[in-house]
């Protein structure tokens, strides 16, 4: 080996081991050591599982049991659990119901010809089938929801994959001295969890768990990845709209209080963890599955409703050229249909991606004559109360003598 590499090799080295904060961690790393890290999931993470349809929550079950033996939880994490699940699932029922009636609401209005007369009856038609399927996903998922509430199928199923697989807890003499430095490290915003100050109760949540994972690591020796769907500033560093890793305080924390700088700690969300255990094992989930979990974490939607697009063989629509008519409610129309595209899931939507740029392309023009003749009718309104006004001011005498006249 050349001087110049050797030379290399060596102060490289040394940066790793002053500096291992610093040191990005790639694919390859976490997939070499995938058999013998730490998969510590957060309660965030947890909870996410029971919202989404009940065929994805399955699978990711059969990932986490698959690899059960490297999975832990914090004790704070399993208690921060307990105390949101039963919220997290009848927000759901209450996210159905919203989106149901928002839903019927639009078809509702595009139904009625009096005031959408230029609607096809082959939109009909399809709107009619879109309607039948739409309701079935909302009472699928609705019916899943409420059983899960009553019977706790899956909560019964993490309890079993979790069972010994919780860190001991601190105790209270303990939990008083980290609350203790919490204040501190919120007051001169280091992480974790100094943007929970403003929160009434477990405002130290965070750092509880921290430093339950902190003490993992250096009695076990393990490299540890963080499972969570944890995006704020005092977690993760972003860069470009993209979680790079975490925070540099952390990182600089964790390798200082270990002491061995090729013990590594890495943070995923949800969809990578899959993503990473699919490239290990494509026989442990489906691509499809790590899709669906992928569009969930990126952008939280409706995620349960199904697509039928080959199902309901969706017709090119011949929607002509509305630009000269201006039907009433055209603005809260084209309001609600966009409104009910952010509620739904993209994934669902993409099977009538043709229809909605139909339908966009159609209120656009719509949308434009309505604006342009409002404000032509306010132009006008404005020209004749100045003209009358004018002619007041240069004959105030003409309407008094014009009631005499009548007279």
């Not at 993503?275 to 489906?286: G, I, Y």
Request: aromatic share 8%; charged share 35%.
């Amino acid at each position: 080996m050349p001087p110049s590499m050797i030379l290399w090799t060596k102060t490289n080295n040394i940066m790793k081991s002053k500096f291992p904060a610093y040191h990005r961690i790639h694919r390859d790393d976490l997939l070499e050591r995938f058999d013998d890290c730490i998969f510590m999931f957060d309660a965030c993470a947890l909870l996410d599982i029971y919202r989404m349809k009940k065929e994805v929550t399955d699978d990711v079950f059969k990932v986490m049991e698959h690899l059960k033996e490297q999975i832990r939880i914090p004790y704070h994490v399993a208690e921060e659990y307990f105390d949101n699940i039963h919220e997290v699932l009848n927000t759901q029922i209450s996210n159905i119901k919203s989106s149901r009636t928002d839903f019927n609401k639009f078809v509702q209005t595009l139904e009625a010809k009096r005031s959408q007369p230029y609607i096809s009856k082959k939109t009909t038609d399809l709107l009619a089938k879109l309607k039948v399927q739409v309701e079935k996903d909302f009472k699928l998922q609705e019916d899943y929801v409420k059983d899960q509430l009553i019977h706790g199928e899956y909560q019964n199923r993490m309890n079993n994959l979790l069972e010994g697989k919780v860190l001991e807890p601190f105790s209270k003499e303990e939990i008083a001295e980290i609350e203790k430095e919490g204040e501190q490290r919120r007051e001169n915003k280091v992480p974790p969890g100094y943007k929970d100050a403003n929160k009434s109760s477990n405002r130290c949540g965070d750092l509880i768990n921290w430093k339950e994972i902190l003490r993992f690591a250096k009695e076990s020796g393990k490299s540890i990845v963080i499972v969570s769907s944890e995006q704020k500033e005092d977690w993760v560093l972003r860069e470009q709209g993209c979680i790079i890793c975490l925070r540099y305080e952390l990182l600089a924390e964790f390798y200082e209080t270990i002491g061995n700088h090729d013990q590594l700690i890495h943070f995923l969300s949800l969809d990578l963890f899959l993503e990473l255990a699919r490239e290990k094992d494509a026989q442990v989930v489906s691509e499809a599955t790590v899709n669906e979990v992928k569009n969930y974490v990126a952008q939280p939607v409706v995620q349960y409703l199904s697509y039928p697009y080959e199902t309901l063989k969706i017709p090119v629509l011949d929607i002509p050229d509305f630009s000269q008519l201006v039907p009433s409610g055209l603005e809260e129309q084209v309001e609600s249909w966009h409104k009910l595209q952010e509620r739904l899931d993209p994934n669902f939507l993409q099977g009538y991606r043709e229809l909605m740029d139909k339908m966009d392309r159609a209120a656009r023009p719509l949308w434009d004559v309505s604006q342009k003749v409002a404000k032509e009718e306010s132009t006008k309104l404005r020209e004749d109360k100045a003209t009358r006004s004018k002619d007041v001011d240069d004959n105030p005498t003409k309407e008094k003598g014009s009631d005499t006249d009548n007279n």
